[in-house]
């Protein structure tokens, strides 16, 4: 039986988080043989306990330095068969093991399609040459992080989560609807903006905000209050994933104008909820999207007011627009296949 074991900064909400819960862990039976799926935390940021398959970590800041000393040692004393990094703090961890243990194996996750600083393309750069295998959210991610020479380790994994029915089609209503993170990367800014514009037209729209404070909830709120909307926006906090289905379920529109995303897993769940993305084609979104079909682009704020407007005024081409995001995920590979088949097969 191999071990794999996927290292990830901290327990939280985000894609990367969410889609690493929807592997179970444990043993996975594969055709020849059997893979035993660990997962292991920088820190400990939730006060979850440890168990044997899942390690969180000790409870201390990430910027803290023995975070990343306790996760290397740790692996030294108890390594597995096949190491992921997740992230760049995470990369930083991989780099210093691979070095003490080259015949490990050890795989860089890559979740974003562009730098964030210059720390995290460091850290990538060294880890893709050490790394026996360079996995990705997406071709658009693939393609702009991976220097040419290393594109043959590249390997970009699904991040579809599950598979759903079609949901049903229903007459569109000025309700919007985002979750994520609530951090400047989101462009939540532009996002209020936009539907501003759209309470001006239609004084009873409502715009859901989902998720917890990446820095800017206050910036958002009182922005809110500045443009006059801040009885048309709901700020709600983290939520539950079944929960932010039910909220889901009362909207027409998933409104996320970001600065930058690798696959967007929120857009996605979006699509399959049957909901019409207003969205900034930016990362892999500019793939699955596509403008007048499946989604409205945002390029410029003004003609994509115009654009819900239409939709709004026009209930078959919104249902038709609804239908055809809902059925792009249809027959799509789930993340767990992919990522275990990916791991059984670099492991041989």
Not at 3 to 13: F, T
Not at 155 to 167: A, D, G
Not at 300 to 314: F, H, R, Y
Not at 323 to 334: F, H, I, M, R, S
Request: glycine share 6%; aromatic share 8%; hydrophobic share 45%.
């Amino acid at each position: 039986m191999k071990r794999v074991r996927h290292l990830i900064p901290y327990d939280a909400i985000g894609g990367v988080e969410v889609a690493a819960r929807s592997i179970p862990l444990g043993i996975h039976k594969t055709r020849n043989e059997e893979l035993r799926l660990e997962r292991q935390y920088l820190v400990n940021s939730s006060g979850a306990s440890s168990g044997p398959t899942q390690y969180h970590g000790p409870s201390i800041s990430l910027n803290n330095p023995y975070a990343y000393w306790h996760a290397f040692v740790r692996l030294l004393q108890d390594p597995p068969d096949l190491l992921i990094a997740s992230l760049w703090r995470c990369a930083l961890v991989l780099i210093v093991y691979k070095m003490m243990r080259p015949n490990r194996k050890a795989v860089l996750f890559l979740h974003l399609a562009h730098n964030v600083h210059w720390l995290d393309r460091i850290a990538n750069y060294v880890a893709m040459r050490l790394a026996d295998s360079i996995w990705a959210d997406s071709f658009t991610t693939l393609k702009h992080r991976v220097p040419p020479d290393l594109q043959h380790k590249g390997r970009v994994i699904s991040f579809l989560l599950e598979n759903r029915s079609q949901p049903e089609i229903t007459a569109p209503s000025p309700d919007f609807i985002f979750w994520g993170r609530l951090s400047p990367q989101k462009g939540l800014d532009r996002a209020l903006k936009i539907f501003s514009s759209i309470v001006v037209r239609l004084p009873a729209a409502h715009f859901t905000i989902i998720g917890p404070d990446g820095g800017i909830k206050n910036e958002l709120m009182a922005q809110a209050r500045q443009l006059g909307i801040e009885n048309n926006v709901s700020f709600t906090g983290a939520k539950a994933q079944a929960d932010i289905r039910t909220l889901a379920s009362s909207a027409s529109f998933y409104l996320q104008t970001s600065i930058d995303e690798g696959m967007a897993l929120s857009v996605v769940e979006a699509m399959q909820t049957g909901l019409v993305p207003i969205v900034t084609p930016v990362g892999e979104i500019s793939r699955y999207c596509a403008h007048g079909k499946n989604a409205v682009f945002v390029l410029e704020d003004a003609p994509t007011v115009d654009a819900v407007m239409s939709l709004l005024a026009d209930p078959v081409r919104y249902k038709r627009m609804s239908y055809a995001v809902g059925q792009y995920w249809e027959a799509k590979p789930l993340y767990r296949d992919d990522f275990l088949a990916a791991a059984k097969e670099l492991l041989g």
